[in-house]
T-cell receptor, first 114, second 112 residues
Framework: KAGVTQTPRYLIKTRGQQVTLSCSPI?????VSWYQQTPGQGLQFLFE???????NKGNFPGRFSGRQFSNSRSEMNVSTLELGDSALYLC?????????????FGSGTQLSVL | GIQVEQSPPDLILQEGANSTLRCNFS?????LQWFHQNPWGQLINLFY???GTKQNGRLSATTVATERYSLLYISSSQTTDSGVYFC??????????????FGKGTKLSVKP
C-alpha cells in the first residue's frame, strides 16, 4: 500500500506570493490533517478534513486554508506569504472513522520564503 | 491548553546502549503516539499507545495514563535510530481528530 504522498518536496517563494501544497492520503483513508514544523514552534496543527469537510482547525491566521476533494486528496494554500511561513509542512492521514487513530505522515514539503 | 514535556532534550549514545525517553502530559488524553523523525524529515509512527505496554522489536513503550506519562525504551541502539523522537497526545473533540499536540522532542544521536 502506498504511503502518504506530498508534492512538491521543496518550494521557494518570495514574500507576498501564494502557494499550494498537495497531499494524497493512504488509499482508503478519509481523514487528512496538516501540520507546520518550525525550529522555534515545533510541530503545530493547522487543520483536519474528513469527507471534504473541515472538522477541526488550529490557531493559524486566515491566510492558511485548505480543502479536500472527493477522492480524499487534500490541498493547503497559504496566501500573502511572510518570511515566518518558512517551514516544513506535513500532511497526515488516517481512516477517520474512529475517535482515536494512528496517524501516518508524508515526507513533507519544505517551503522557503525569501 | 495541554502541555507535553519530553526529556531529555538531547541524548548521545554509543551503539549498543539502551535508553529511556520520557513524555509527561498535563491533562487526561484519549490518544498518545510516539514518532521518530528521520534526518530527511519523515515522521514514522512507532506506537499508538494511550495506555498499557507495547513492544516492537528493540523498541517498547509504556503509558501510565492515570499518572500522565509515557516512556519509550530503545534497546541495543543502532546508528539508524538517530533522529528526533516525538511524543504526541490528542484530545477528543467529539468525533473530530487529527489534532495531535506534540512535545518538543528528544534528539537522539547514536555513535558507532
Amino acid at each position: 500500500k502506498a504511503g502518504v504522498t506530498q508534492t512538491p518536496r521543496y518550494l521557494i517563494k518570495t514574500r507576498g506570493q501564494q502557494v499550494t501544497l498537495s497531499c494524497s492520503p493512504i488509499s482508503g483513508h478519509r481523514s487528512v490533517s496538516w501540520y507546520q514544523q518550525t525550529p522555534g514552534q515545533g510541530l503545530q496543527f493547522l487543520f483536519e478534513y474528513f469527507s471534504e469537510t473541515q472538522r477541526n482547525k488550529g490557531n493559524f491566521p486566515g491566510r492558511f486554508s485548505g480543502r479536500q476533494f472527493s477522492n480524499s486528496r487534500s490541498e493547503m494554500n497559504v496566501s500573502t506569504l511572510e518570511l515566518g511561513d518558512s517551514a516544513l509542512y506535513l500532511c497526515a492521514s488516517s481512516p477517520g472513522t474512529a475517535i482515536n487513530e494512528k496517524l501516518f505522515f508524508g515526507s513533507g514539503t519544505q517551503l522557503s520564503v525569501l | 491548553g495541554i502541555q507535553v514535556e519530553q526529556s531529555p532534550p538531547d541524548l548521545i549514545l554509543q551503539e549498543g546502549a539502551n535508553s529511556t525517553l520520557r513524555c509527561n502530559f498535563s491533562d487526561s488524553v484519549n490518544n498518545l503516539q510516539w514518532f521518530h523523525q528521520n534526518p530527511w524529515g519523515q515522521l514514522i509512527n512507532l506506537f499508538y499507545i494511550p495506555s498499557g505496554t507495547k513492544q516492537n522489536g528493540r523498541l517498547s513503550a509504556t503509558t501510565v495514563a492515570t499518572e500522565r506519562y509515557s516512556l519509550l525504551y530503545i534497546s541495543s541502539s543502532q546508528t539508524t535510530d538517530s533522529g528526533v523522537y516525538f511524543c504526541a497526545v490528542e484530545r477528543n473533540y467529539g468525533g473530530s481528530q487529527g489534532n495531535l499536540i506534540f512535545g518538543k522532542g528528544t534528539k537522539l544521536s547514536v555513535k558507532p
